[in-house]
């Protein structure tokens, strides 16, 4: 990203956006709310910055997530076809209404606390496996596989089915510019996964939720094929892209932060407010879904004009001292109320109670059974995605 106009507004690097997206965010942020910049794609967005503003374009209905909304050769996003592409982050009301319905009471806090024993047996198994290692790589042996297994068993993925899953979707969200081919490879790689997939649920129907949006589709037709398919590829995708840098984020800060660390050890009853705290101090997702101006927007004091592309920065808003005191401190006790890490509004995450319980879960699990957990590397030493869009490690070694 770097920024077009105003003349004066400082330079954005990439790398650095990448490396420490606060910094950048915060310079952006205090020299004004809104800015004319250049995305990813090569092409004019406006990017909000401040708390406030943020929250109230989150909800603004002005603010379309349909790209037939974009100005005529004003946005470039990853070409999907039509069965992965008519998900929920491409959609309006009312079909954002009535698919929402359709799936938002498997996500609900009675259906999430019935997977909370799941998820304890899931992570105690990747520990146990851990254990007599000493060493590990924190994302590859438990970040990640622990949320693909829970959302997998939900849909009712089998086991053998699951092993390319972790590397299509690190193709299609933070693509290599070296390799452009393998985001292609992967789109094609989850379209017949999900196609073989449903064929399965339809031929041998199971108590999952795959299943039962199988039966949505052909029983009820309350489902477009597109959009069955669709949902699924969502619904996998975020069930476990965001929650694996969720859990590294969170478990890197608290490895930094000895005194944070030690609170949360000496009383486990913090855990749920630090998740929260922890998902606003670095969460996974910087910038919200890109949003399209339905007409003229005013926005702290700037007209983002109709057909645009519009950038909300959760990172940034995440860090306003106007919101937030002391923002840069991580506090696992401070009152968190309002964060925007999970959304705001009618498109506020889906899987919000399932996200916070494996996170809780996750942590709780690990600290407990690592009691001397600790980073195997210095800090300067991790890398971080070369994404924009995704803040998450691509390993943490720990030893314990």
């Not at 490396?19 to 942020?29: C, E, N």
């Not at 954002?96 to 899931?122: D, Y």
């Not at 452009?180 to 997939?197: E, K």
């Not at 000895?258 to 606003?280: F, I, S, T």
Request: glycine content about 8%; hydrophobic content about 40%; charged content about 25%.
């Amino acid at each position: 990203m770097s920024l077009a106009t105003p003349a004066d507004s400082p330079a954005v690097d990439p790398a650095e956006l990448v490396k420490d997206p606060y910094a950048v965010y915060a310079r952006l942020r205090e020299q004004g709310p809104v800015h004319a910049v250049t995305g990813t794609d090569g092409l004019p967005a406006w990017l909000i910055t401040r708390y406030e503003d943020v929250r109230h374009a989150l909800a603004d209905p002005r603010l379309s997530l349909d790209k037939r909304n974009a100005a005529p050769g004003g946005y470039r996003g990853m070409a999907l076809p039509p069965a992965l592409d008519a998900n929920l982050l491409n959609m309006d009301p009312p079909d954002h209404t009535r698919i929402r319905r359709l799936v938002s009471r498997a996500f609900g806090p009675h259906q999430v606390t019935r997977l909370h024993e799941p998820i304890r047996r899931t992570a105690g198994r990747l520990l146990d496996a851990m254990a007599p290692r000493g060493r590990a790589d924190l994302i590859s042996a438990y970040a990640a596989p622990l949320p693909i297994t829970v959302i997998c068993d939900l849909l009712g993925v089998q086991e053998e089915a699951r092993g390319d899953f972790r590397s299509w979707t690190e193709a299609l969200v933070s693509p290599d510019p070296e390799h452009p081919g393998r985001a292609g490879d992967a789109v094609r790689g989850l379209l017949g996964f999900f196609t073989r997939l449903i064929a399965d649920k339809r031929t041998r129907p199971a108590d999952d939720l795959m299943s039962a949006l199988v039966g949505l589709r052909d029983e009820e037709d309350r489902l477009s094929e597109d959009e069955l398919t669709s949902l699924a590829f969502l619904l996998l995708i975020a069930g476990y892209e965001n929650t694996v840098h969720l859990i590294g984020n969170a478990t890197l800060a608290l490895l930094e932060r000895p005194d944070q660390l030690a609170a949360v050890r000496a009383d486990p009853g913090l855990l749920d407010n630090a998740v929260e705290e922890l998902a606003r101090f670095d969460g996974p997702a910087p910038l919200a879904i890109r949003r399209f101006a339905t007409e003229d927007v005013p926005v702290g004091g700037v007209t983002v004009p109709a057909g645009s592309t519009v950038l909300l920065s959760l990172a940034a808003a995440h860090r306003d001292p106007r919101r937030f005191t002391d923002p840069d401190t991580l506090d696992v006790t401070r009152d968190v109320t309002g964060h925007l890490a999970l959304g705001h509004g009618i498109h506020y995450c889906l899987g919000a109670p399932l996200a916070r319980a494996e996170t809780r879960i996750a942590l709780s699990a690990l600290l407990e059974r690592f009691p001397d957990l600790a980073l195997a590397v210095e800090p300067s030493e991790l890398a971080r995605r070369p994404s924009m869009r995704s803040r998450g490690l691509l390993a943490l070694p720990v030893r314990y």
